[in-house]
């Protein structure tokens, strides 16, 4: 069948997933709650930092990677918490090629040694809690970078 002139076919593309490291399962909770509403992105929600790399190491990017600056349940694998994740993450080859922002989560108010900070770590952006559709645009919806799929 030969499509009308008036008709648009476009290519099918996917949600670009989501991942979320928090060690408060309750935080994570409250991040999909917020979002499901808004985004069609999948969001996937880790509590620990291994699981997270064992995600990674099994699934293809890209994805937008959102990392809680405050981890105190990492264990000894997981030096620093989230700014150690953040410098993980960005070392990591796939992460890169694939430009998945990574971007820093925090409830603290952010002051400028707390901003530089994250930078050094490699995170492309920083968000306040509680995080919101809006952030995400803002944060990813630069030229280049991948973009949150608002749902209609």
């Keep these: 069948m030969t499509p009308r002139p008036s008709m ?10 989501i991942l979320y490291i928090d060690d408060d399962a309750a935080d994570a909770t409250v991040l999909e709650q917020t979002l499901a509403g808004s985004v069609v992105n999948p969001v996937i929600s880790f ?3 291994a699981d997270l790399y064992d995600y ?3 699934h293809e990017g890209p994805f937008i990677i959102l990392v809680d600056l405050v981890l105190f349940h990492q264990g000894p694998d997981v ?4 700014y150690e994740i953040l410098e993980r993450l960005r070392r990591r080859p796939d ?3 694939t430009r998945s922002p990574i971007l820093a989560v925090t409830a603290t108010l952010p002051d400028p040694d707390l901003i530089e ?3 050094k770590t490699g995170a ?11 952030d995400l645009v803002t944060a990813i919806g630069r030229p280049g970078w991948f973009r949150v799929e608002l749902s209609r």
């Excluded at 648009?8 to 997933?17: A, N, Q």
């Excluded at 492309?124 to 809006?134: E, G, L, M, T």
């Design 8 to 17: 648009r076919l476009e290519k099918h593309v996917e949600p670009i997933p």
């Design 47 to 49: 509590t620990r930092a």
């Design 56 to 58: 990674l190491d099994m």
């Design 79 to 82: 030096i620093g918490g989230g």
């Design 95 to 97: 992460i890169n090629d």
């Design 117 to 119: 900070r994250v930078k």
């Design 124 to 134: 492309d952006a920083f968000i306040h809690k509680p995080v919101r559709s809006d």
